[in-house]
């Protein structure tokens, strides 16, 4: 079974500077999916980036970044030049492989960012 | 840019009732999904559908569950008899390939059951 863990249940950053929301996962495949989602107040998921387990160099979305480092199982996210509109729920998630293959995403607990002025 | 829609955005149910929650996946999409969100806690899978078909569900899409996909835009979620612990953030995603492709999630249904 696949696992995310996300143990910072808040974080504070202050504009324009970076932060970095930690995610360790587990899971016994070879193969496997991470993905970062943004949760706004508003309440809907917003994608931000995803890594994939044999990629070799770090996923890259503008000012969101991917740590990926494997052997540690670790996907954390990278945000830099925080802006107030960064401020939201943040949820790491593994694609994981369910009965019939690589369906379901599953999230980690989440970390709520709080973004300064 | 495309986007999946749900309707509606807020119901509020007495138990015991039957809900549809619906959703609206990206045109070109082939895989459907719902999750959900139960108040302050992380999302939960529930239900994948391919072809017409549950492909995978988890252990709380129990037979209370259903879901359909009545025509080809439309993909519903009912809950025949509600209880209070259906409460919940409900959201739809679709994605376009099986595998590590992203999932794009709906704004969510959020469902109050009293």
């Known amino acids: 079974a696949q696992k995310i863990t996300q143990t910072q249940p808040g974080m504070f950053v202050q504009e324009k500077e970076a932060v970095t929301l930690d995610c360790t996962y587990d899971?016994?495949?070879?193969?496997?999916?991470l993905f970062w989602y943004k949760q706004p107040s508003s309440g809907e998921m917003i994608f931000l980036i995803y890594q994939g387990s044999y990629d070799e160099q770090n996923a890259t979305e503008g000012r969101y970044s991917l740590n990926f480092q494997k052997a540690r199982k670790s996907a954390n996210l990278v945000i830099s030049a925080s802006q107030l509109g960064d401020s939201a729920m943040y949820f790491c998630a593994m694609r994981g492989r369910g009965n019939t293959g690589f369906q379901k995403l599953v999230f980690g607990t989440g970390t709520r960012l709080l973004v300064s002025p | 840019e495309p986007e999946v829609t749900q309707t509606p955005s807020h119901q509020v149910t007495q138990m015991g009732q039957e809900v549809i929650l619906r959703c609206v996946p990206i045109?070109?999409?082939?895989?459907f999904y719902w999750y959900r969100q139960i108040l302050g806690q992380k999302v939960e899978f529930l239900v994948s559908f391919y072809n017409n078909e549950i492909s995978e569900k988890s252990e709380i899409f129990d037979d209370q569950f259903s879901v359909e996909r009545p025509d080809g835009s439309n993909f519903t979620l009912k809950i025949r008899s509600t209880k209070l612990e259906d409460s919940a953030m409900y959201f739809c995603a679709s994605s376009e390939r099986q595998g590590f492709y992203e999932q794009y999630f709906g704004p969510g249904t959020r469902l109050t059951v009293t």
């Open positions: 045109s070109n999409h082939l895989y």
């Open positions: 899971t016994s495949d070879q193969s496997y999916g």
